[in-house]
């Protein structure tokens, strides 16, 4: 089985959860773009803005701050 490739979600889950504490999404998209060698232009921070608000694991905390509580996700199922 050939494993897949690391979405920008789970490159997010994996910066987060190493920090432990919530992060400005600015700071943590252009991290993400950085680890996965995408340009730091417009369209492509954007892409990764709009992939990482459809996906359910990471918790907006206000003022522009994301993070990532794993206990969350298991209370959840």
């Known amino acids: 089985m050939?494993?897949?490739?690391?979405s920008e979600a789970d490159?997010?889950?994996?910066?987060?959860a190493e920090k432990q504490e919530a992060i400005?999404?600015?700071?943590l998209i252009e991290t993400i773009a950085k680890?996965?060698?995408?340009?730091?232009?417009?369209a492509s921070l954007t892409?990764?803005?709009t992939r990482l608000?459809?996906?359910n694991r990471l918790v907006y905390q206000g003022d522009g701050y994301w993070y990532?509580?794993?206990?969350?996700?298991?209370r959840e199922r």
Request: no cysteine; net charge positive.
């Open 53 to 55: 608000n459809m996906d």
């Open 11 to 16: 490159w997010a889950v994996e910066i987060l």
């Open 47 to 49: 892409s990764i803005y």
């Open 24 to 27: 400005y999404y600015f700071d």
């Open 35 to 42: 680890q996965m060698g995408k340009k730091n232009d417009p």
């Open 2 to 6: 050939v494993p897949r490739k690391k």
């Open 68 to 74: 990532y509580d794993a206990s969350r996700l298991k």
